[in-house]
């Protein structure tokens, strides 16, 4: 792949539903290492065209090619290169962390050794490894999704999807996991990410896609934009406001 090749490249994507089109005749491309900020309001598509990202659904029409690889039909070699986060945190409640890890550890192939000498740095850097072998069930939101992060990066993805990883934090949950966004971004990982934020979103994105009826409405850089700047821009495109 020639260096100036996004490393995701999405041209004229759709998906319907039925009879209901929920992404329509959308194209985009993410260079490596760049992070996307993906907002909308609730059913514009956000969450189905990060379904599509991931390789756990097809596209009606379209097509998706990540890293040279086209989906769906090399979906395994895709999904090695991907690391999903979701507002729900997709754990194992009655494991514990460090067996949640190990877990999925195997799922991606990793030998034994390689997954001890993750797990032990993963749980150290999240902030959980004096909770390492503690029920997922019993932690806080915040703690669920720091694992979730764990979970993600486990296998070294090159790119991060986040689907509103905030929804439920309290502040100080919700400053952890944008420290350990960030720290996957000086990482050279590439990140894609949906917010109903608008305040967070410039500071963790330089780019942004706002997605209205099924199609990009807007793409462009929101680095030197205010909260209240994008608030507007989204109001006027979305007709409605997010959460600032």
Known sequence: ?????????????SKTFGLLPVLRGVSF????????????????GK?????????????TA?????????????????RRQIGLVSHQPLLYG?????????????????????????IEALLDRVGLAKRADSLARSFSRGMQQRLSIARAIMHQPDILL????????????????EDLVMSAQREGRTLIMTTHQLGRAPA??????ILSRGGIAFDG??????????????AELCGGAAVA
């Open 94 to 118: 009655d494991l514990s962390a460090r067996e949640n890890l190990d877990f999925f550890g195997k799922l991606y192939g990793l030998a034994k050794a390689e997954r001890d000498e993750a």
């Open 29 to 44: 491309g993410v260079a490596r290492g760049e992070t996307i900020m993906l907002l909308g309001q609730n059913g514009s």
């Open 62 to 78: 379209g097509f998706i090619r990540i890293g040279g690889w086209q989906l769906p039909k090399e979906a395994m070699a895709v």
């Open 221 to 234: 850089n929101i680095a030197t934009m205010s909260a209240a700047s994008l608030g507007e821009l989204y």
């Open 162 to 177: 986040l689907d509103e990883p905030f929804t439920g934090l309290d502040q100080a949950a919700a400053e952890r996991l």
């Open 204 to 209: 963790l994105a330089s780019r942004a896609l």
């Open 1 to 13: 792949m020639g260096e100036k090749t996004p490393l995701i490249e999405v041209e004229n994507l």
């Open 47 to 59: 969450s189905t065209l990060l379904r599509l990202l991931a390789g756990l659904s097809k596209p």
